[in-house]
Structure formats: C-alpha cells, structure tokens
C-alpha cells in the first residue's frame, strides 16, 4: 500500500504535469484517499469529497487511471466529481461545503431504508469555514446517527486560510505556548491536594471546564455532538488505516482530525502550496512552467490594479473577497492596502453582508466574488444591501462561460439574478478600459448596489491607466456601427464578436448596426428608441443564461411601453437552457453560438436567409 500511495502520486504529478489541473490538494491526501478506500468498503460505503478538486487520486483508484489524461479537457474526465462519471462519485461537487449536509442526507436516507452502509465527508479546514459546514455540524451533532466527517487540516485554503476555525486548529495542534500551558496545568493539577474545600471546589469546578479545553483537543466538535478523533498524522499510512478503521465501528456522529501538508510529495508545491493549488503545465522535475505567458492581461489583474490605482485617490474604497485573493487578484490590492483588503474566507454570503455593514459607515466597499460563488451571496445582496439602498459594488469575475472548470463554475445565472433586484445597476463592460470606467463610476455614485461583470479572458485590447480613461455616462449605451437590416445589442464579452459577426454579415450584404449595451439596468431607453425605430429585426447576445437574461428583460420592456414599436423580428441569444460542460471557453463558446460565426448565423435565420442566399462560400475559417 505504501507502494500504491507513490505510485498515485508520481501519476498525479505525471500527468497535470503535462495537462495542467487542481495540483496540491491531492497530493496532500495521497495516503488519506488510499486509506478511506481500504478501510470503506466502497462503493457501498459512500464517500463524499468535499468541493472534489482533491480528488484526482480517488478519480485513479476507482478506475479512471487510464483516462487521468483527459480530466478537464473537453470531453474528458469532469475537473471535479459527479454523479454520471462513477459509481464511486457519491455527490457531485465543485462549490464548498456541501459534503456535511449531503453526507448526513445519504445517512437519514439510510436510515430511513434501514441499511447499514456507512457514510463519510471529507472536508478541507479551508471550506470548514462556510456557514453551511457548520449548519450541517449543528444538525448532526444533535442526531445521534453514524456519520463520519473526516477533517483535512492542511492549514490552507487556496490562499493562507484564515478565521477564527483556523487559529483554533492551529493552536491546538501547533502553537509551542500552548503546548507548554496544556503541560504546565497538567503539572500544576497532579501536584493539587485530592480533596479541595467547598468554594475552592466551586471555582476548581469552572475551572475544570476550561481545563478540559486544554486536554481534550477538538473540544468544539465534542460540544457539537461528535466523537472527536485526532489529531491524526495524514502522512502515516498504518496509522490512518488502524484509526479509519476503528472510527468505522463507532456509533454516533464522529469527526475525525486529520493533518497533512498541501502538496506532498513535490517540493516547490510543499514550499508554496498557495500559488500550487492549481498548475499549468509544468516540467515534473524543476516546477518551472512550460506554456509561455505574455499577450494582453486577464481581465482579474486590470481590476486588481484599477481597483488600487483609485483607492489612492478615494480612502473610502475597501475591497472584499472570498477565499479567492488569488483568483479575483485582490491580492494587489492587498499589497497596497492591506487594512482596507478584507478576506473573509469561503463565505460569499457573509461577505456581502459584511460588505453592507461597512457601507453603512461610509466605506464604499467593493466585492469581488465570480459569478458563480456570488449565488451563494443572493439573499444578502437582496435583503441587506438593496433593500437598504447600500452602495456596494459587486465585481463579478468568470461571468459566463468559465471553460474547463466546467458547470460549477460558469456564470451563467448573474445577469438574471442581478436584473430582478430593485435598485441595482447591472453593467458588463466590452473591454478592460469600459470595465475600470465603469468600476469609477459605480464607486462614485451614492444610489444603492451597482455590479459588473467580466468573463475568465484576457482583454481584448491594452489598457491605459484609468486617470487617462475616458468617462462612461451613467445609463447610456454606444452605438458601435450604424446599419439598416438588423441591431444586434450585445452585452459585454459579447461586442467584439458581435462587431466581428457584423463584418461577415456585410460581406454578404446585410447591414448591421452593433449596440454595446454596457448598462443592462437602467438601460439606454434613448438609444433603444432610436434602434427600434430604425430597425425592423433586432437580436439580443449575452454570454449568460438566455431565460431571463438582458433580451429576456428588453423584450419585456419593449412590450410594456407603448411608446417602442416592438420589432417585427426579435431574436434572444445566450446560454441555453442546459448544463454546459467544461472544456475551453472558445471551444465551448462556439457549440453554443456565442461567437462571430454563432452570432452571424443566427443574425441569418432572423432573417430568414439561409447560409446559401448569402451568395459567399460561408465557414468558420473564412469567417
Ligand atoms: C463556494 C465556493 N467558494 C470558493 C471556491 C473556490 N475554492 C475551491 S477550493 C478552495 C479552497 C478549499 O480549501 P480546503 O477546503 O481547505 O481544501 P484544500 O484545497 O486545502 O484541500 C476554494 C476557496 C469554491 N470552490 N466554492
């Protein structure tokens, strides 16, 4: 078994190596995942992984070795766990902190049924930290059924992990004064008198209880109701195997504690296991990466830098993340301003209520959550910044389709989410320069929530600093190019392939006119009078869910005021109502028309042209 655990990992390193992929978090359960599988019988026994971007090495064990290769590529291997993929995939995953709830779900079920399977979580320390982890603690402590939470402690999230969870794992296993007071009261109580009199039994009594604190490491989890077990090296394979498999024959809720390092087993990921959490393709022997970087910046470090370049002139901006100073690049925000950076750990929906609490002082505070985490966050936005009118900006990163993350990840829904919320400005810049000028604006303003929205890309053009950007004019939309035959609004991401589709149609004589949309709400009621008067079809392009999304709204709008002529021909184009997979953004992009060729395409049976009416020998290359 020792064997096995290299071998996994030396095919995990081998292969994301070459593809690229969630890296640290399997190597740190090498031992640990060979270890739940002997000790379990799996299938039957069900494992549930926490957020599952450390399950690669699970993924190995239970028959997916071959296909390792093909994790995160289109068609290959999901990036995190599902319930199609395997038998063994219990729960499906890629967001934080469901495993406790879903794992104590399957147990109530089990119950219920009568059998007798058993059922573990397995959650890092990092996604302990969500509200829903502890929700799912509080309801299982006071059932008495047999569920097994297994604690990967690894002291990391992606980033440093942070809270008050943390520094209570931390000490108890790690800080030397502690150590030294649990040892020094020890001494202290041996050497005591056996009988006490009665009010030095009274404060011995209180003592007591803070005493045991000491003494009995994991005392949170055992006042939640659990059995608590560890701290177990996670490293120590015998160990691992005796403990999981006398924690199998316990009753009751136990939790077992188990300590491993992020990245173990490669040097430079041990080292750094932050910047480690997940690679590009690498050479296995130095760490070094192999895929050259350079071109135009991602959108995530023109907002980091924006965001810092106006914070020296406002004192008032403070900016919020979510676990992900890395992955919304708040981190170079934090470099300059590290007391006006807050990371709040893997809590969206706390942050966006703490967000809230600062606006209440004046701060202007700036969330930076994607897309998809910020769903989590919905009842905050609604219930404490809009309906308080707070000025909050929300700065959505991965808004659509996020590639090979896959469907947990896509935004996919913020356009809908975000239109339906009284009071909130709904933006998507076209490029980085309109994305810094819309985030000074929306810090400028003092009326309510205001958000944007940016895709997982680079930036389609150089961005100059944003003292030399020019200023967006709050609601308005930009007439881009003037046809006759149809307008195609289109929403952020969405303008340059609408300009580009815009091209093609007119090589085959058909005139487009391209409206950038910028403001979703409120909308450019002016301009949208001036297209539909103009025009007699109009096609709508979002890189988010097409029900309810921004052609959805127009439409409605249009509808709804007598004084727009709605036009003869409407067409909406966006995500369609299905799961989209992973793979990469363009590759996804175009199976779903939300590209040039996608767009002209559509523009065509608007119009009732055919492809062949078009006189021009149309294909993806020529276009
Ligand atoms: C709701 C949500 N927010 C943020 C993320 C991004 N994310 C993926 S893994 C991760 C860190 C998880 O830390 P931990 O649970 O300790 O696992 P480790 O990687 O340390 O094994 C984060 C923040 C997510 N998956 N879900």
């Keep these: ?334 470099e300059s301003f590290p007391d006006r950076h807050f990371d709040v750990g893997i809590a969206e929906g706390h942050g966006t209520t703490f967000a809230a609490g600062l606006a209440t002082q004046g701060i202007r505070p700036v969330v930076a959550i994607y897309s998809t985490f910020l769903q989590r966050a919905y009842d905050s936005i609604i219930h404490d910044v809009a309906l308080q009118d707070l000025s909050v900006v929300f700065c959505m990163d991965r808004a659509g389709v996020a590639g090979e993350d896959g469907p947990t990840h896509h935004g996919t829904f913020d356009i809908g989410y975000m239109l339906t919320i009284p009071g909130m400005t709904v933006t998507a810049p076209r490029n980085g320069s309109e994305m810094l000028a819309l985030l000074r604006l929306g810090i400028s303003l003092d009326q309510g929530p205001f958000s944007i929205r940016w895709p997982r890309a680079s930036v389609p053009e150089e961005v100059p600093a944003v003292s030399e950007i020019p200023e967006v004019v709050y609601g308005t939309w930009e007439v881009l190019t003037e046809g006759s035959d149809v307008a195609i609004l289109a929403v952020g991401s969405m303008v340059e392939p609408a300009l580009e589709a815009a091209r093609v149609l007119r090589r085959e004589g058909v005139s487009a006119t391209v409206v950038n949309c910028r403001f979703m709400k409120p909308y450019d009621r002016e301009a949208l009078s001036d297209v539909l008067e103009r025009h007699d079809a109009v096609l709508t392009v979002e890189e988010g869910s097409v029900v309810n999304g921004f052609g959805a709204f127009l439409a409605r709008e249009i509808l709804d005021d007598p004084a727009l002529p709605f036009p003869a021909r409407f067409g909406t184009l966006g995500i369609p109502d299905h799961f989209i997979s992973h793979g990469p953004r363009n590759v996804l992009l175009r199976e779903i028309d939300l590209d040039a060729p996608g767009i002209a395409g559509r523009v065509r049976t608007l119009l009732g042209r055919g492809v062949l009416d078009s006189g021009v020998r149309i294909s993806r290359e020529t276009a």
């Design 1 to 334: 078994m020792e064997q096995l655990v290299d071998e996994v990992r030396e095919r995990h390193i081998d292969v994301v190596s070459r593809i690229g992929g969630h890296f640290g978090a399997s190597l740190g359960v090498a031992e640990l995942t060979v270890a739940l599988h002997v000790a379990f019988e799996t299938p039957r026994d069900r494992l549930v992984w926490d957020t599952g971007h450390q399950a690669y090495i699970h993924k190995i064990l239970t028959g997916r070795n071959d296909r390792l290769p093909t994790i995160r590529q289109h068609g290959g291997l999901a990036p995190f766990l599902t319930r199609e993929e395997s038998v063994y995939d219990t729960f499906g995953a890629g967001h934080a902190a469901t495993s406790i709830s879903a794992a104590l779900g399957m147990a109530a079920g089990r119950d219920l049924l009568g059998h007798d399977e058993k059922v573990v979580a397995i959650i890092g320390d990092g996604s302990m930290g969500c509200g829903l982890a502890y929700e799912a603690l509080n309801n299982a402590g006071h059932t008495d059924r047999d569920l097994i939470v297994v604690l990967n402690d690894n002291e990391m999230s992606i980033a440093p992990n942070v809270g008050a969870m943390n520094k209570y794992l931390t000490a108890m296993i790690s800080n030397p004064a502690y150590n030294r007071l649990r040892a020094e009261v020890k001494g202290l109580l041996q050497k005591a008198p056996k009988s006490l009199g009665e009010v030095v039994g009274s404060v011995a009594g209180k003592m007591e209880v803070g005493v045991k604190h000491l003494f009995v490491p994991g005392m949170i989890f055992q006042e939640l109701g659990f059995r608590y077990v560890g701290p177990v090296d996670g490293h120590d394979l015998g160990l691992l195997l005796d403990t999981l498999g006398r924690v199998r024959e316990m009753k009751g809720p136990v939790l077992v504690h188990v300590l491993t390092r992020k990245g173990k087993g490669f040097r430079p990921a041990e080292d750094n296991p932050w910047r480690w959490h997940a690679a590009s393709p690498f050479d296995k022997i130095s760490g070094v990466g192999t895929t050259k970087a350079g071109g135009l910046p991602r959108y995530q470090k023109v907002f980091g830098k924006g965001v810092t370049e106006l914070a020296r002139q406002d004192p008032r901006i403070a900016v919020i993340t979510a676990g992900m100073p890395d992955g919304t690049s708040s981190e170079i925000f934090e």
